[in-house]
């Protein structure tokens, strides 16, 4: 025993013992933070770098465009002789196709979530959630050829005028895509909810739909309007399905039988193509990127606004 | 030993006979006999785990929601005669007749007024006179009507804790239950709240029956008639309140109020 306190120098003090600063591990502190702070900076670098690109392009654009042109204009034709540059045509196309999205995600999703959340049990759930996360996972492009080679004929045959690209079938499929992240995220938010509410609710003598419908839903509420926010950003951020089935026309409609353009899909279009760097038709993508990231912004920033004001602490 | 002659002429409102009841595997109360008197407070004491709040939750069927749980044994409740506990009774039904208020207030995520229309709602009543009327009435039951009346439309979440556990009695008494059970509800509660509370558990007797589980013993002291003292999920003695903390004939039963034990 004494001889244990005889050795103080036995490698557990191997910094010699005494209270002294220990250079190697301040420096390998300093290394790692650093290294985390590198790390961080990245990401942060590179989001700044997007918005630096897309604004000092755009500065350029707007530079040969005006501004009022580019939000009043009914025409896109950046590429042909007599240009126009109205990107409420690509908005309208966005639009639609994200409204027709939304109107599949948002309740079937919901629907799924309040099924999983309050009926379900563990074993069902257990598999049924997994399974629909990998609905998720599936590549968009293989979802763009489903709505053109599945979905669309079988569209063709309840609508026989249908053609061949449609906002609709692309919507529709993009909203199947969707699914997934809105009954996943709502789910978890309905999960949240504390039992003690639901028990309140049942110990009233209410049913499960009621309870459901009445106490958990509200008090999820900040939960599933988060979800629906992401479904929105999604929607309109998604690209391959509307490239593949909605057609690339740029035209300025709200009927989602017609085909038409995305923001998104002129992007991939042009930026397919081999036009020249710095000419007019090049810098229309940044304009419309542009567009697209204050869109999202937008919702961002409104799906973060409804979190606080119906935010529930139990 | 429980045998104790109790000359009383309340009515009885409920009773337990040979009631088990089993979280799957574990067998968490055993063969528990008691009677539940109309208009008179019958608190549960006990030390944490004994039991008291699953042989509450039993009333109103709370353990259906989970999977795995059995009842062995009945609750006859009066003046059905009925065994609360019977595959073919409804447990809607019998949350219908039998509130409950929880440990913790739990308002729904609404208005003051939503919340004590909650279990009115759920019976189907949507006349807005017949509405207004019953939740003044419930609210000046809960002793909370003079503090709302100018904000009913607000949340119930910026009440105060003990605002919100008044709520939720009155959301209770909205319906006309039959038997009220209080899981520890001043638990969450500073003295005052919890003073309001129990001034108001002395009040609402004279209307309902009621079943408190209550940790704190001055409390089952302070505001119950009949006193039941449970210990590893059987009830060891069960009496007239004063009878019980003045003389108790079980060792444990003293033991555990003279505060030995727990």
Known sequence: ?314 | MIDMPIQESAPLKAEARGLSFHYGEVRALKNIDMPIRDKKVTALIGPSGCGKSTYLRCFNRMHDLYPGNRYEGEIRFYPDDANLLAPEIDPIEVRMRIGMVFQKPNPFPKSIYENVAYGLRVRGESNKRALDDKIEQALRGAALWDEVKDRLGELASRLSGGQQQRLCIARALATDPELLLFDEPTSALDPIATGAIEELIHELKKRVAILIVTHNMQQAARVSDYTAYMYLGEMIEFGKTDEIFIKPQDKRTEDYITGRMG
Do not use: C
């Open chain 1, 1 to 314: 025993m004494q001889g244990d306190f005889a050795q103080p120098a036995s490698g557990r003090h191997a910094g010699g013992g005494r209270l002294a600063r220990n250079v190697m591990r301040n420096l390998g502190e300093s290394g790692i933070e650093m290294l985390l702070f590198a790390a961080a900076a990245v990401s942060v670098l590179t989001t700044l770098g997007i918005v630096y690109v897309l604004v000092s392009e755009s500065i350029n654009f707007f530079g040969r465009v005006p501004l009022l042109d580019f939000l009043t204009d009914t025409q896109w034709t950046p590429l042909f002789y007599d240009a126009h540059f109205g990107i409420m045509v690509l908005v309208s196309g966005t639009a639609v196709s994200s409204l027709v999205a939304l109107a599949v995600a948002v309740p079937m999703g919901t629907v799924i979530a309040i099924y999983l959340s309050e009926f379900a049990n563990s074993t069902v759930r257990e598999v049924a959630k997994p399974v629909l996360e990998l609905l998720g996972g599936i590549p968009t492009i293989v979802f763009g050829y489903f709505a053109l080679l599945m979905v669309t004929p079988a569209l063709q045959r309840i609508f026989p005028r249908l053609p061949g690209f449609s906002l609709l079938s692309a919507g529709l499929v993009m909203g199947v895509m969707i699914v997934p992240y809105v009954a996943s995220l709502s789910e978890d938010a309905m999960r949240a909810v504390p039992m003690s509410l639901r028990e309140g609710s049942y110990g009233m003598g209410a049913t499960r739909l009621h309870t459901a419908l009445h106490v958990v839903v509200p008090a999820a509420f900040s939960g599933l309007a988060a979800s629906y926010v992401l479904a929105i950003s999604r929607a309109v951020g998604e690209t391959m399905i509307l490239a593949v089935a909605a057609g690339m026309r740029p035209s300025l409609t709200w009927n989602p039988a017609e085909p038409a353009a995305t923001i998104t899909s002129y992007i991939v279009q042009v930026a397919l193509g081999d036009l020249p760097h710095g000419s007019l038709g090049y810098q229309t993508i940044f304009a419309a990127g542009l567009t697209l990231l204050l869109i999202t912004l937008v919702f961002n920033i409104l799906g973060q606004w409804l979190r606080r004001k119906f935010r529930e602490n139990y």
